[in-house]
């Protein structure tokens, strides 16, 4: 996939599958929604929980999934790391 003319590095195979099928899915497909979805397709852990991390209807994140059960230590990274590019470095979560 190449966005005005740089190719987008994907981890394997399941990370590019998982970007090509949720960006279509956000209300904007603009480069705050596009972070947001590679960032949250890069583990498999956050790939199996999208719809507890951000709410694609709404285009809310759901910041209380970070206190879930099923979250790692580098899951709850790459979700906060996801939450601060999608919204400009705004903090979301404290």
């Known amino acids: 996939m190449v966005k005005e003319g740089r190719a987008i590095l994907f981890r ?3 990370h590019k599958l998982f970007y090509e099928q949720y960006l279509p899915q956000c209300r904007y497909q603009d480069a ?3 972070a947001l979805v590679y960032c949250l397709g890069i583990d498999r ?3 199996d ?4 991390i951000y709410d694609f209807k709404t285009g ?3 910041t209380e999934c970070l206190h879930d059960g099923w979250q790692t230590s ?3 990274k790459i979700v906060r790391m996801a939450y601060n ?4 470095g705004t903090p979301s979560v404290f």
């Open 74 to 76: 580098g899951s709850k």
């Open 12 to 14: 394997s195979q399941s």
């Open 85 to 88: 590019l999608y919204n400009n």
């Open 49 to 52: 929980h999208v719809n507890e």
């Open 60 to 62: 809310f994140v759901k």
């Open 32 to 34: 705050y929604h596009a």
């Open 45 to 47: 852990d956050t790939r």
